[in-house]
């Protein structure tokens, strides 16, 4: 079951929303885990965070609050993309490529694969492009 966090309602991947009720059984029958590996982005310092976990709110909510020691500084971050994954070594293996990629090369990631982009962000993540 993916909890809810005071204030917000579960992010369900575009894979999971197009199932309907069957998504809601997915979650609350444990049949998957689902992993995310995710990038969020903070005006603050100009600077993306890559990451991967297996409860997306939680762990968003845990950098906007400070809790993590490599985006504390940075808060407020904004979710700009993120993909589902089945396996953890999925999500690991896309999270350590992704850390790989230049900005620019990142910026050009999220745009190809903009169907991940979360709350319609295009725009935003294009002007990031001319930004580099």
């Known amino acids: 079951m993916v909890p809810e966090v005071a204030g917000s309602s579960p992010v369900f991947h575009p894979f999971l929303r197009g199932l309907g009720k069957l998504s809601r059984l997915f979650y609350s029958k444990k049949f998957i885990m689902a992993y995310y590996t995710y990038i ?35 808060v407020p971050w904004q979710l700009l993309w993120f993909t589902m994954k089945l396996r953890r070594s999925e999500a690991v293996n896309l999270e350590s490529k992704l850390k790989n990629l230049s ?7 999220m745009l190809k694969y903009e169907n991940d982009i979360h709350n319609n962000q295009t725009m935003f993540i294009k002007n990031l492009s001319s930004e580099s």
């Open 103 to 109: 900005r620019k090369r990142l910026v050009e990631f």
């Open 40 to 74: 969020i982005y903070s005006l603050k310092t100009n600077k993306f965070y890559k990451g991967q976990t297996n409860n997306l709110n939680n762990r968003i909510n845990r950098h906007n609050c400070g809790l993590e020691n490599a985006t504390k500084h940075g």
